[in-house]
């Protein structure tokens, strides 16, 4: 099995800065994309930003210029860079990560447990 735990989340002022960072852990034979997706209350989960093995990345278009995704693959971690927060991005930020477990001949979808992320106006 695979294991994601986020940590950077809080509170911030509009304007600010504010990084996140996801660790993999367990019996991995590797991980894949990655991924920053994020839940308002009353609203369905987004995807953020993600990232390939290799580092390719996309973003959501409102956080673009902001919003700046990373990966250390020797580490099994995933960063989240977060400029020019505006209150609109508060929401729970999730990790997510396709990756394979040794003994599986397939790769799993796993995600982190979540970190609250607020912007104050």
């Known amino acids: 099995q695979v294991q994601l735990v986020e940590s950077g989340g809080g509170l911030v002022q509009a304007g600010g800065s504010l990084g996140l960072s996801c660790v993999a852990s367990g019996n991995i034979v590797e991980i894949n994309a990655m991924g920053w997706y994020r839940q308002a209350p009353g609203k369905q989960r987004e995807l953020v930003a993600g990232i390939t093995r290799g580092s390719s990345t996309n973003y959501l278009d409102s956080v673009k210029g902001r919003f700046t995704i990373s990966r250390d693959n020797a580490k099994n971690t995933v960063y989240l860079q977060m400029n020019s927060l505006k209150p609109e991005d508060t929401a729970v930020y999730y990790c997510?990560?396709?990756?394979?477990?040794?003994?599986?001949?397939?790769?799993?979808?796993?995600w982190g447990q979540g970190t609250q992320v607020t912007v104050s106006s």
């Open positions: 997510n990560a396709d990756a394979r477990a040794s003994g599986s001949l397939y790769a799993g979808n796993y």
